[in-house]
């Protein structure tokens, strides 16, 4: 199987042209691969560029080399089995991490100096960014090659369909970008831009960050691109993209090499006024963090992997030497930049310019303080250590079917049979502590759990220091914890957070109105609609007072409306008391004039008892008004509506039975009539009782079927309630009030008919012209009852009442008054009994009269 698998390799690598750059080999028994990029290009100018080396991707590799030379020497962990390892460099380029892959798993190389096919890798450690190792897992994930990346974070590589033999040792994407948006709701931003590498990490992470701040309903306003191998012009494209938008806040995220030229030309630009925002692949390089950068990029907040010692490794990096290890590659570059000379070493041809300084040979780097040396707060590098530990421990457990620390140590399987498929498996299983008590395992998406601290940039001592502020975790269900020492932190503007709004936040009292093709956070405050209140900063909507309620000037509170009705101290309230009394009084006062009066002519020719009972309904009359003030209840509402029917059914029936005695008395005058006979007292009495049962039977229905009740009115006014009775059934109120009618219209009739008759104390013209009045008050309230709004409408119906009322009693018993008191000559047998007939009117009924002879 090794063979075949080598065979397809080399067939593969015969179609890459060229190789890979230089890179370091150390046989062992089990070999290990690692590709790093220690040298990158850097683009001068349109047509130039240069190759710059990187001293913190080279002590990556020094991790490496010092972590397999660690294991070799630990007697528990592969005894009696070295390691090997070969390193190359990829250039940042996805070509040639590519290229630097085949190489690797075909020993292509080699192959050239032997006949045979060469051993294999068995793992491989790679790559630093993410569309290196996307193209490097691509190509070699269908071989099950274990790949475990030390850098590589775009959540697209956790994909087990595409790359399933792809393990990382620091967190994917998927929580850097929650963890920045819970950062950026963390200070309130609201308005930020982003800066993205033009590659798979940059696209990945914009877009994974961009759908979590958009739950927050934080806004990105724009996305530009950067790339190292960007011209110059294209990279002030972007400056000027950042000069002409409104935010404070920037996410940069990108890898330090594509971003560093952008940053130097802000540097230049002068752009001070931006809080930047850094994903864990810049924030703590060493070429970015400089006392140059911090004049724009000072206080710079991101994060970064935990940070861990490896207190031997420093010993290891200061024994780095040219003169030991002349052929070792990128070392004359490492000591040019350390030491400051070029080394002359013997044997080695090197074209040297003779501007730079030859090293005496006398240099040292023990006394060193560069931050290359500093091995107390490692992130990237530790994480390259976990990756070498963690191939290790597969691999012991794969050759001696056991995990590190058994007690019996018998390999289980020779090496020459170790397949990558087989260690691809068992590291997916590997769990294990390191000797720093950090525990190292994978997910079952090759993710190692997720914690990262917060750095923020600060100034100390002329040097930019990473100062660690703050911690966010994640727990197995996706949850976090972010905690932030707020108070420690140095902006960009000082000690204040920085804000960024597109729009200010709405005051109390308004909303915000989207504007029109821009996005959610560019909006207007629009004050709430009357009704509607906002009592909180920055309300989406307004939210609807209750019914009973209403808004404030301010729209920040809903306060009580003012409930109206018809009331008794009010003006108008006194004012139809007083009216109403002043008829009940009148209509008292006449009653007790006609008892006093009653035997005159005038009363005895109106019938005293009919007299005296229309004056008792209109003295009830008068009195129905007072029910319909005041607070409106249940008992109330069906008191005034029935005690009006009642009352003016029983009055308008009086008024029918004077009218009908009126007609039938001078119909007796003439010869033959035989009705007067049978209308005495007892048929008006009748009549009386059996048009008001009629009314008195239209309200018990109504009461029974569906009743009057208090109902509260929202429609007439916005800061009111009317407190009204509604008539229950429109029906029945309009059947009380038809009945009336019709009880009017006879009588109307009747009068009509008789008003030519003779004699002086004739009341059909007065019953006439009362209900003339009567139907023109009620026709006329209809109209002006439907109108009329809130407590106008009982103002209306007891005007109505009122007038009615005051049109029979002035009409009816004015004249009367009118004549006893004013006129007493008048009120006599001879003004009222007229030349043709001997009799007094009032007594036709009773004596009627006997024909003529002539």
């Known amino acids: 199987h090794t063979h075949i698998w080598c065979v397809h390799i080399l067939a593969m690598a015969s179609y890459i042209v060229a190789t890979a750059a230089l890179g370091r080999t150390d046989r062992g028994d089990i070999m290990i691969g690692g590709i790093f990029p220690i040298l990158f290009k850097q683009i001068l100018s349109t047509s130039t560029f240069d190759k710059e080396f990187d001293l913190r991707i080279y002590r990556w590799t020094q991790a490496m080399i010092f972590a397999i030379e660690e294991i070799n020497n630990d007697p528990a962990l592969l005894p009696n089995i070295s390691l090997g390892y070969r390193i190359l460099n990829s250039c940042a380029s996805p070509t040639n991490a590519l290229r630097a892959a085949l190489t690797l798993a075909s020993g292509a190389e080699e192959a050239k100096a032997t006949s045979h096919c060469p051993p294999a890798i068995s793992a491989l450690i790679a790559e630093s960014g993410s569309s290196q190792s996307i193209a490097v897992a691509g190509i070699l994930g269908p071989f099950h090659m274990p790949i475990i990346s030390y850098f590589s974070t775009c959540a697209c590589l956790s994909d087990r369909t595409k790359y399933p033999t792809f393990f990382r040792t620091i967190p994917s994407d998927y929580f850097q970008a929650k963890a920045l948006a819970a950062l950026v709701k963390h200070f309130g931003w609201q308005w930020i831009g982003a800066i993205q590498s033009d590659n798979d990490y940059g696209r990945n992470g914009i877009l ?28 002030l494209e972007v400056v000027e993209i950042i000069k002409q938008s409104s935010v404070k806040v920037i996410l940069a995220f990108s890898v330090d090499g594509d971003f560093y030229p952008l940053m130097q030309e802000i540097v230049n ?23 140059e950068m911090y004049r724009s990029f000072g206080g710079t907040v991101g994060f970064v992997m935990q940070k861990m010692a490896i207190p031997k490794l420093k010993p290891f990096l200061t024994s780095i030497n040219p003169y030991t290890d002349p052929n070792a590659p990128f070392v004359r570059d490492f000591w040019e930049i350390m030491v400051g000379c070029t080394p002359v070493l013997p044997g080695v041809h090197a074209v040297t310019d003779d501007t730079k300084k030859r090293c005496t040979g006398n240099e040292t780097l023990m006394n060193s303080e560069d931050d290359f040396f500093n091995v107390t707060q490692l992130r990237v590098t530790y994480n390259v250590y976990k990756a070498v530990y963690a191939i290790a421990h597969a691999l012991h457990q794969l050759v001696f079917c056991q995990p590190v620390g058994a007690q019996t140590v018998n390999p289980c399987l020779n090496l020459t049979d170790i397949q990558p498929k087989e260690v691809s498996k068992i590291l997916q299983r590997v769990n294990f502590t390191n000797q720093f008590g950090d525990e190292v395992f994978f997910d079952e998406n090759g993710d190692p759990p997720a914690s990262y601290d917060v750095i923020n940039w600060q100034l100390i001592n ?38 960024s709004v597109c729009s200010n936040v709405c005051p109390v009292g308004t909303r915000k109105a989207q504007i029109q093709g821009k996005p959610i956070c560019c909006f207007d405050c629009v004050p709430c609609a009357d009704g509607t209140i906002a009592n909180s900063t920055g309300a989406a909507d307004c939210t609807p007072c209750p019914k009973e309620y209403w808004s404030n000037d301010r729209k920040d509170e809903c306060i009580p409306r003012t409930i109206e009705f018809l009331k008794y101290h009010e003006p108008m309230g006194i004012a139809l008391t007083l009216v109403s009394l002043l008829g009940a009084s009148l209509s008292l006062a006449t009653m007790v004039v006609f008892i006093n009066y009653r035997e005159t002519p005038v009363i005895k020719a109106s019938n005293f008892e009919l007299s005296s009972l229309l004056l008792f ?44 005695v009126v007609v039938t008395a001078f119909k007796a005058t003439f010869p033959g009539n035989k009705i007067a006979g049978k209308f005495g007292h007892a048929q008006q009495r009748i009549i009386i009782c059996s048009c008001t049962l009629i009314q008195i039977v239209i309200c018990i229905l109504w009461l029974t079927l569906n009743p009057p009740y208090s109902h509260m009115l929202f429609t007439y006014s916005n800061k009111m309630i009317v407190l009204e009775c509604n008539t229950g059934s429109q029906a029945a109120f309009y059947a009380v009030l038809g009945y009336i009618g019709i009880l009017a219209i006879i009588c109307l009739i009747l009068a009509f008919m008789a008003r030519k008759l003779p004699d002086n104390f004739n009341e059909a013209k007065l019953i006439t012209f009362s209900m003339l009045i009567f139907c023109a008050v009620w026709i006329t309230f209809v109209p002006a009852y439907i109108s009329s709004p809130g407590k106008f409408t009982v103002a209306v119906e007891i005007f109505a009442i009122l007038s009615s009322a005051f049109g029979l009693l002035i009409c009816i018993f004015g004249p009367k008054c009118y004549i006893i008191f004013l006129k007493p000559e008048k009120n006599t047998k001879k003004h009222g009994v007229p030349r043709l007939s001997p009799y007094d009117s009032c007594d036709r009924l009773q004596h009627p009269p006997r024909p003529w002879k002539g």
């Open 208 to 235: 994974a960050f961009k759908e979590e701040v958009e739950k927050f309903g934080v806004c990105v306003a724009f996305v530009a691109s950067v790339l190292r191998t960007y011209t110059r012009d294209e990279f």
């Open 269 to 291: 630009h002068n752009i001070t006024g931006i809080q930047w925002i850094s994903c864990v692949a810049w924030i703590t390089s060493s070429r970015t963090s400089t006392p």
């Open 462 to 499: 002329g040097k930019v220091q990473h100062v660690t502020l703050g911690h966010l975790s994640f727990a197995a269900n996706g949850d976090y914890k972010l905690s932030i020492e707020d108070e420690k932190i140095v902006w960009r503007t000082g000690k204040t957070v920085p804000t």
């Open 617 to 660: 309904s209109l003295f009830l009359c008068f009195l129905c008004p007072l029910t319909f003030l005041g607070r409106p209840t249940v008992w109330t509402c069906m008191l005034r509506h029935t005690a009006f029917g009642v009352t003016f059914a029983l009055c308008i029936s009086c008024v029918l039975g004077k009218t009908i």
